[in-house]
């Protein structure tokens, strides 16, 4: 599905991650030779390239499309320092939510993974002036979702000033910036203002995601759900925005097919891991292990998602235009 090829990083921006895989850190992306197929790369790897962590399930929005409603106690540092001696050797930890940001000990929780893991933060930043500085340097990069302009923004997400405030603080301590939006069938249109506004503030890419029937999402009308099709031909129509425009961030788009069913592994405040989403599964989720208990080797040779995961993460399942082309 990928578009066009991934631009060459230099060698001092990489990190080997395992099976042949780098990580490009000035790319924010996952890459391998072009020849090296997921199912190789699958075969070799004993831990996954990339993980989400809930720190928190708390969050100070309550996005239209969240699927993360149902609450539970934030786990304490001594058991996510216990999860993160169980992640060795995953390449990439997401610290995310609920909103991370939001524990006032955020910076000692990317303190405990930082040195260990590549770290990024999905946040929607309105809690950045807290943090922004005390955890710059250590994270790769923040992730706002950002379904901009105002006015779609505040329908879809929340507070847009708050969060415009927290981007700010993030660019001003020197942390490179990504953007996500959730595709409704009523902000297609905005879709160009999104870019244009990465554009300005220097994003390295946009990820464009389609919403999943669970949590506040069971509530969205069914018109709101455009199907692979239409997100291939908006995909395909912003490509081509993008190239008379000039913009410099990438381009992404997910959409839930079966190539990307249960690429994700996400561990809960609990510990509990799961694959995500599992499209005939109970809330989407598949148990896979608790890494409080038990290492990540151990739950990766459950997982049965490998191909997926690697494809996904590779770029190879998704629409992907790279930055700057």
């Not at 995310?96 to 590549?118: A, N, T, W, Y």
């Not at 069938?185 to 220097?202: C, E, G, H």
């Not at 464009?208 to 997100?231: M, Q, S, V, Y």
Request: aromatic share 8%; charged share 20%.
């Amino acid at each position: 599905m990928t578009d066009l090829a991934l631009p060459t990083v230099p060698q001092q921006n990489r990190r080997h991650v395992g099976g042949g895989v780098e990580y490009a850190f000035s790319g924010q992306h996952f890459d391998a030779p072009a020849d090296l197929d997921a199912e190789s790369v699958a075969g070799a790897l004993t831990t996954p390239l990339s993980v989400i962590v809930q720190v928190t399930k708390r969050c100070d929005f309550d996005c239209s499309f969240c699927s993360e409603i149902l609450q539970m106690p934030d786990p304490t540092l001594d058991q996510l320092d216990t999860i993160r001696q169980n992640l060795a050797g995953v390449g990439r930890v997401f610290l995310s939510g609920g909103e991370p940001l939001m524990r006032k000990d955020f910076s000692e929780v990317v303190d405990i993974f930082h040195g260990h893991h590549i770290i990024a933060v999905p946040t929607n930043a309105t809690h950045a002036l807290d943090h922004a500085r005390s955890i710059a340097g250590k994270i790769a990069y923040a992730n706002v979702g950002f379904e901009g302009p105002r006015a779609a923004f505040k329908r879809v997400r929340g507070d847009y000033d708050k969060t415009m405030a927290g981007v700010r603080a993030l660019k001003e301590a020197g942390i490179p910036l990504a953007l996500s939006a959730v595709v409704y069938r009523s902000t297609l249109s905005v879709l160009p203002y999104t870019a244009q506004i990465a554009d300005v503030l220097d994003a390295t890419k946009v990820k464009l995601i389609l919403p999943l029937r669970k949590g506040n999402a069971l509530n969205l009308a069914d018109h709101e759900f455009i199907t692979t099709d239409e997100a291939e031909t908006t995909f395909a129509r912003l490509k081509e925005q993008r190239a008379e425009m000039q913009w410099s961030p990438a381009l992404r788009l997910t959409a839930w097919t079966p190539e990307n069913e249960g690429h994700m592994i996400v561990v809960e405040p609990n510990g509990i891991a799961r694959a995500w989403p599992v499209y005939d599964a109970p809330d989407l989720w598949e148990n896979l292990g608790n890494v409080l208990e038990e290492p990540i080797t151990e739950i990766w040779k459950r997982y049965r998602f490998k191909r997926n995961h690697v494809s996904k993460y590779l770029g190879r399942s998704i629409h992907a235009v790279a930055q700057g082309v």
